[in-house]
Nanobody
């Protein structure tokens, strides 16, 4: 079972940037899709973005399009989430996940393994 460890979260002012990393314990090239989700207090886990391998297709939630960028480096077994122009409503715990198959990009239930999450707090 792959282990996923997120890092890079923290406190940032509105308008700032953060880059999250998701390090996997085994080859990420074995996983078709690597995705990012987030969960704010009292809310359901929501889709943020995803990237596939090998065709590098990317999908984003409308709320983050143009501000966030997902990427993956299979040589380092790591996925990234570059977050720019952060807003207070982006405050949440951010999770990465992997899907070995061809599930729906935005459906958490279609992902096989999850990390423990990293907190991102955006102050106004």
């Amino acid at each position: 079972q792959v282990q996923l460890v997120e890092s890079g979260g923290g406190l940032v002012q509105a308008g700032g940037s953060l880059t999250l990393s998701c390090a996997a314990s085994e080859r990420t090239s074995d996983y078709y899709r690597m995705g990012w989700f987030r969960q704010a207090p009292g809310k359901e886990r929501e889709f943020v973005g995803t990237v596939t391998w090998p065709n590098n297709n990317k999908d984003y939630a409308d709320s983050v399009k143009g501000r966030f960028t997902v990427s993956r480096d299979n040589a380092k077994n790591t996925a990234y989430l570059q977050m720019n122009s952060l807003k207070p409503e982006d405050t949440a715990v951010y999770y990465c996940a992997v899907d070995r198959g061809f599930g729906r990009p935005s459906n958490p239930s279609d992902y096989d393994y999850w990390g423990q999450g990293t907190q991102v707090t955006v102050s106004s």
